[in-house]
T-cell receptor
Framework: GAVVSQHPSRVICKSGTSVKIECRSLDFQATTMFWYRQFPKQSLMLMATSNEGSKATYEQGVEKDKFLINHASLTLSTLTVTSAHPEDSSFYIC??????????????FGDGTRLSIL | DAKTTQPPSMDCAEGRAANLPCNHS???????VYWYRQIHSQGPQYIIH???NNETNEMASLIITEDRKSSTLILPHATLRDTAVYYCIVRVGGSNYKLTFGKGTLLTVNP
């Protein structure tokens, strides 16, 4: 079945560092990918929609200059947390919808990236 | 997308069936019911989905009421590894593919 790979699984870095997270669709092409953030004991919150070949669409309240999204190919989307601070520490998860969307096929998720900013 | 209501937590004995309810009284005719689960510190895992008919796969069964206003996810023989947060999500298939996660149900399977 469809598989989404996310890398790295865990990052620990100093405040002010920029961190890049990769999301790959391994056996299908994804013109759209989604980025979620999850704080402890909370549900997943959609941050942005990544669109291949065009600008990402950000949810209300998400800083586009803080969270840079690039979707350069049909199998890769990246999220860069720029000048990360401790409040950016969270669990970041990507997902990709399948090729045949109109039949209600399920979306598949990466395993997430635990970001810890010291 | 239609809003869903799930109990915040449930307990189940290992080996017994776990029945997780979900209310979606405002569901539209073209909205599917999806179930995902999230084990601690992992990404959500797809379980099953359906539109009108009951569905079964190797993981679970999905029972959708005739009026489609509620559904039940059934794990037939729960194991300790089934302890997770279970999310019921309703949405249309098609171009607008965002999934909106509620708080889900924390299922704890006890030995």
């Amino acid at each position: 079945g469809a598989v989404v790979s996310q890398h790295p699984s865990r990052v620990i870095c100093k405040s002010g560092t920029s961190v890049k997270i990769e999301c790959r669709s391994l056996d299908f092409q994804a013109t759209t990918m989604f980025w979620y953030r999850q704080f402890p004991k909370q549900s997943l919150m959609l941050m942005a929609t990544s669109n291949e070949g065009s600008k990402a669409t950000y949810e209300q309240g998400v800083e586009k200059d803080k969270f840079l999204i690039n979707h350069a190919s049909l199998t890769l989307s990246t999220l860069t947390v720029t000048s990360a601070h401790p409040e950016d520490s969270s669990f970041y998860i990507c997902s990709a919808p399948p090729e045949d969307r109109d039949r209600g096929q399920p979306q598949h998720f990466g395993d997430g990236t635990r970001l810890s900013i010291l | 997308d239609a809003k869903t209501t799930q109990p915040p937590s449930m307990d189940c004995a290992e080996g017994r069936a776990a029945n997780l309810p979900c209310n979606h009284s405002t569901i539209s005719g073209n909205e599917y019911v999806y179930w995902y689960r999230q084990i601690h510190s992992q990404g959500p895992q797809y379980i099953i989905h359906g539109l009108k008919n009951n569905e079964t796969n190797e993981m679970a069964s999905l029972i959708i009421t005739e009026d489609r206003k509620s559904s039940t996810l059934i794990l037939p023989h729960a194991t300790l590894r089934d302890t997770a947060v279970y999310y019921c999500i309703v949405r249309v298939g098609g171009s607008n593919y965002k999934l909106t996660f509620g708080k889900g149900t924390l299922l704890t399977v006890n030995p």
